[in-house]
């Protein structure tokens, strides 16, 4: 194997020996013969790439001297790479991949990275091959990230994606697309929030529950409509009185093994709680041996999240558009457990209000 021309992947200038022609010399990068032993090759600035038979020609790296890498590559910093190289991620970028067994010409130093100098093997694009044509869904598709689905307008890199994860917007379209979606969002999760509440308050077997981590423990559960069906204060001394009144009566505490019938009443229902599941009755129930009494509030039949969607805010806005993700704004259930029965009461009449109107509107189509 011969040597390396040393201006290989230099800028040069390539000047016809037998000067008198007056051909002005030929301006390009130095490339490696395409086979071992064949010419090297100048791939000029206008882009064609031609041959050069060393005894026929004078081949000077512009600039004179070029830094070169440890491995004595020509060494290009940012800014300063010929477009007749690149790195394979440019290559990519150009949409074209190495060619089996190409070998890097130069190297890129690039002085920019947040973790110090990285340096990347340049490579000659005249000898990358390119990737196959797109097919026409492809081109379909790079069409459409490059079209705001708003306004149509058009542009050479992709939009970011909207709010809905499929349409893309220019920059004057994407806040006005975040509302719609925000909206039509709200709209829905309203629909839902009404629905539920109007299924509660018509469900004769649904009943509000209320209970308490302090001790003693509360249990109280009404029917949505306001009547107790049961009220207890869950304690071993049971000579002390229960902090809390109910229909103008004192709570006496009671003995859980005593509560057993009773908590047993409102195992079959559909209770309805704030958040908190009812664990800590359970566990008194087991504890006074009767571990088959649970009580168990489906997901969806939690009043917290339900409220919480019905009166979410707007998100807050990044720069043009929404954050795709934000939270709800938390609805915080009264401290006092009767406060917090009665805000129930209040937000699923206010929910289901919303239901029966829409069942007006319908009607009235
Ligand atoms: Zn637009």
């Known amino acids: 194997m011969t040597a390396q021309h040393p201006a290989i992947g230099l800028r040069v200038t390539a000047t016809w020996r037998d000067g008198a022609s ?12 395409a086979e071992p032993g ?6 000029l600035d206008d882009d064609t790439v031609i041959t050069l038979a060393p005894a026929e020609w004078t081949i000077t ?28 991620q440019g290559l990519r970028y150009r949409r074209h991949h190495l060619a089996a067994g190409q070998p890097p010409v130069a190297t890129f130093k690039d002085t920019r990275g947040r973790r110090g100098n990285t340096t990347f093997p340049l490579y000659a694009v005249a000898d990358a091959e390119p990737f196959a044509p797109r097919a026409d869904h492809q081109i379909t598709r790079v069409v ?19 709010l809905d994860g499929r349409s893309r917007y220019c920059t004057d379209c994407a806040a006005p ?8 969002h709200r709209a829905a999760d309203r629909a839902l929030a009404a629905e539920w509440a109007h299924g509660v308050l018509g469900d004769p077997a ?15 559960a009404t029917t949505p409509h306001g009547l107790t069906v049961a009220s207890l204060a869950l304690g071993e001394s049971t000579t002390r009185q229960a902090p809390w ?10 003995d859980p093994v005593h509560a057993v019938p009773s908590v047993r009443a409102l195992a079959g229902r ?7 599941p009812l664990a800590r009755v359970n566990r008194l129930m087991s504890d006074a041996g009767a571990a088959d009494v649970r009580l168990s509030v489906a997901e969806r039949d939690k009043f917290g999240p339900h409220l919480e969607r019905w009166r979410a805010e707007p998100p807050p806005r990044h720069g043009t558009t929404y954050r795709r993700v934000w939270r709800w704004a938390a609805q915080q259930p009264p401290h006092d457990p009767f406060e917090q029965l009665a805000a129930m009461r209040d937000g699923l009449s206010e929910m289901a209000a919303h239901h029966a109107a829409s069942d007006h509107e319908g009607a009235a189509r």
């Not at 990230?145 to 994606?161: D, F, K, N």
């Not at 697309?177 to 039509?184: E, F, I, S």
């Not at 009144?245 to 009671?254: A, I, K, P, T």
Request: glycine content about 8%.
């Open 245 to 254: 009144q109910v229909d103008g009566q004192r709570l006496q505490v009671v």
């Open 270 to 276: 559909r209770l309805i709680v704030w958040d908190t």
């Open 206 to 220: 649904a009943l509000l529950v209320i209970s308490t981590p302090t001790w003693p423990a509360l249990l109280h």
């Open 61 to 88: 790296p512009v600039p004179a001297t070029w830094p070169r890498c440890p491995i004595g590559r020509p060494l290009y910093r940012p800014g300063q790479i010929p477009h007749q190289l690149a790195t394979e």
């Open 144 to 162: 459409q990230a490059r079209t705001c689905s708003g306004c149509g307008a058009r542009r050479e890199h992709p939009y970011p994606l909207g």
């Open 38 to 43: 064949g010419p090297l090759r100048l791939h």
């Open 22 to 33: 007056g051909e002005p010399p030929s301006a390009g990068v130095l490339l490696p013969p």
């Open 177 to 184: 697309a975040a509302d719609a979606w925000w909206q039509a």
